[in-house]
């Protein structure tokens, strides 16, 4: 059990550092980030602020989002299953309220990581002309980013702890609306994606942090989930115990 519940911490561990590094590397390429750090990435380019910092603040945003919407459910479903089940539901409230609720300490050194990798990681494009073969540079890094966001994110939520609030409020609104993950996944990143063209549109007067890299970005990380997963997850899973999904 004590070997399990290891593996179980060193793999969700291990999966947000390579979230962050993916993440982070998305941003160095200069194609576009990820949808779901566009508005906290075009708010930190345009008004100079740090990333991280403005992160933190999405995903707190999001958090809070996240507890309304579950207090929505629970109050639509609340009394359905009887009143000797009320003491339970109420029990169950209180446990979702603690993880989403954890999961702005987890936003903190998540971000602080962003911060870390951020300032180590150099801009790999060029402010002026382009130099000979950058362009092929920023395509392999673009494809290395959004490999490594996929494997980062399939390693966390592959250990059910605490989700990272970007992926917790997608499910989140699938549970309060009805719908399918995957498709409130690609709603949600439209969302992201619309918000930071408004953003860059009324206050730089140019696109900032949307690009090509942004679209492969939405169908390349659900991509790399699904492969790697279909790789490694009976592996993790043995080796994390049965907890893990």
């Not at 380019?45 to 958090?63: P, R």
């Not at 089940?85 to 603690?98: N, R, S, T, V």
């Not at 989140?172 to 993950?181: P, Q």
């Amino acid at each position: 059990m004590k070997k399990q519940f290891f593996y179980r911490i060193l793999f969700y561990a291990v999966g947000l550092l390579i979230l962050a590094l993916g993440l982070t590397l998305n941003t160095k390429t200069g194609l576009g980030v990820s949808p779901i750090i566009s508005v906290a990435y075009s708010i930190a380019t345009i008004f100079d602020h740090n990333f991280g910092d403005m992160t933190l603040a999405l995903y707190c945003v999001f958090v809070v989002i996240e507890m309304v919407l579950h207090l929505i459910r629970h109050i639509r479903y609340s009394g359905r299953s009887g009143e000797a089940l009320a003491h339970a539901e109420k029990k169950d409230l209180k446990l979702i309220f603690l993880m989403d609720f954890l999961q702005i300490p987890l936003s903190i050194v998540f971000t602080r990581f962003l911060n870390v990798f951020s300032a180590v990681i150099p801009n790999l494009y060029s402010e002026g002309e382009s130099a000979a073969g950058e362009m092929a540079v920023r395509v392999i890094c673009l494809i290395i980013a959004i490999i490594l966001t996929g494997i980062g994110a399939a390693m966390s939520l592959n250990m059910r702890i605490v989700p990272n609030p970007g992926d917790g409020i997608v499910q989140a609104i699938a549970d309060t609306i009805h719908k399918s993950v995957g498709f409130t996944k690609n709603c949600f990143d439209l969302t992201n994606i619309t918000i930071t063209l408004v953003l860059s549109f009324v206050f730089a007067g140019h696109l900032v942090g949307v690009g090509v890299g942004t679209v492969l970005a939405m169908i390349g990380v659900g991509r790399t989930i699904a492969v790697f997963n279909h790789f490694t997850y009976e592996k993790m899973k043995e080796l994390a115990g049965e907890e893990a999904p």
